[in-house]
């Protein structure tokens, strides 16, 4: 059996695998509340899981001649370090809730950058197992409850962050992935000024514990845009190295295509609107993620490429 096939394989058997194992055996037999989910939409929720892992085997497929797709024990040990630190900083941005107040609706989540670089940095393989596990992991300890599909989502971002790894040349269609995200921010962004009487369904209220009663603010509903004007200036101000520019734009595309996956699966799992989906959950997570991969990831490239360099690599 081919040695990439088998690498994609066995990695994406160890997502569903680690799924599994918090979801039916800590959660529904041992009966540990943080790993419990809602047994009516359980079956609907894994059949997103294997949505998203066609999604992986699709692109695989295509482009199965790349070296990139073949996982070591190097890159199992970067998936393995990618996970823990993505959950951990997951439960510390989520425990603490970090907030901004002109995005006071929204707790950022600056870990998102994390499932970004090490998908640039070491391929979609070990993006995809970062983003999915530690997604996973960090809901767990965070208490906040288990979604596969959203876990599924964070590894897309991850994933697609790693696809430049397939091409022999990271600036091809570099340009051309940043104008389809931006289309698709803009998009998005129309469908909240035509929807601004959808309430943001991620907005909590702890004194009267009540979701989803505000409609989402105006920066909340174009920090998508703000995110995609930070990625242009990263572009065009470090258009000459091109792994700063590559690692946040296929990020951007990443954020945009795995949040909206994960967003889009909730028509079906919790009966929403298109339009409630994007404006109540999609554009009050994307459009903070997209700030954090313009302004952290480029920071993570940096610091990686100087360790390659002391290190002689």
């Known amino acids: ?7 994609v394989l066995y990695s994406m058997i160890g997502v569903v695998a680690i799924f599994a194992i918090l979801i039916f055996v800590l959660g529904n037999m041992l009966g540990i509340a ?28 295509f482009n199965k001649d790349s070296q990139a797709w073949e996982v070591g024990t190097r890159e199992v040990v970067w998936m393995s370090i ?23 609706q929204v707790a950022l989540r600056p870990a998102i950058a994390i499932p970004m670089f090490f998908g640039y940095a070491f391929g979609p393989v070990v993006g995809f197992f970062t983003g999915a596990v530690g997604n996973m992991f960090g809901d767990a300890i965070t208490g906040f409850g288990l979604y596969p599909q959203w876990s599924v989502g964070n ?29 698709l921010a803009l998009l998005t962004v129309v469908i909240f000024f035509t929807n601004r009487n959808e309430t943001n369904l991620m907005f909590f209220d702890p004194n009267n514990n009540v979701f989803g009663d505000q409609p989402i603010a105006l920066t909340a509903g174009i920090s998508i845009l703000i995110g995609f004007v930070l990625v242009l200036i990263v572009r065009f101000g470090f258009g000459r190295n091109v792994n700063i520019a590559a690692a946040v734009i296929w990020g951007m595309l ?28 999609f554009l009050p997570a994307a459009g903070p993620n997209l700030i954090f991969a313009a302004i952290l990831v480029p920071l993570l490239v940096v610091a990686y490429a100087a360790v390659q360099r002391q290190s002689g690599r």
């Open 1 to 7: 059996m081919d040695k990439r096939f088998t690498s």
């Open 34 to 61: 943080r790993f419990q989910v809602d047994q009516a939409t359980l079956g609907l929720r894994f059949v997103f899981v294997f949505v998203g892992l066609l999604i992986v085997f699709a692109v695989y497929y």
């Open 82 to 104: 990618g996970a823990a630190l993505y959950a951990v900083l997951s439960w510390f941005f989520n425990t603490t809730v970090f907030l901004v107040p002109s995005l006071s």
């Open 155 to 183: 590894g897309l971002i991850g994933f697609i962050s790693g696809i430049p790894l397939l091409f022999a040349d990271r600036k091809k269609s570099m340009d051309t992935v940043l104008w389809i995200s931006g289309a």
């Open 254 to 281: 990443g954020n945009i295509v795995g949040v909206g996956f994960a967003a889009i699966s909730d028509i079906w799992i919790n009966g929403y609107s298109f339009p409630a989906a994007i404006v109540g959950e």
